[in-house]
């Protein structure tokens, strides 16, 4: 998202660090986790890697529902 404040950049970085370690934990690759969820894996390719995308929040809950967590464990960090 152009023009997106520095400290949304950062709460999104952390996100993306989350998604990405939860689902090599899980043994999943980008595309595998496509299939257990509605978001294609380009789209899970972008949120992993590209800082300026942003992130609505029914994709949080298909990504969390194909990793098998919940919605927490992928915004879980210090919120400040």
Known sequence: CK???PRD???LQK????L???RKEKGLS???LSYLCDVDH???SKLERDPNTNLNITTLFELA??????PK???DYEYL
Do not use: P
Not at 15 to 18: D, I, K, M, T, Y
Not at 65 to 70: D, E, I, P, Q, Y
């Open 42 to 44: 380009t789209k899970i």
């Open 30 to 32: 980008q595309r595998g």
């Open 3 to 5: 023009g997106m404040k």
């Open 65 to 70: 529902r194909g990793l098998g967590v919940h």
């Open 9 to 11: 950049k950062k709460r």
């Open 20 to 22: 990405a370690r939860i």
């Open 73 to 75: 464990e992928l915004i």
């Open 15 to 18: 996100f993306r660090e989350n």
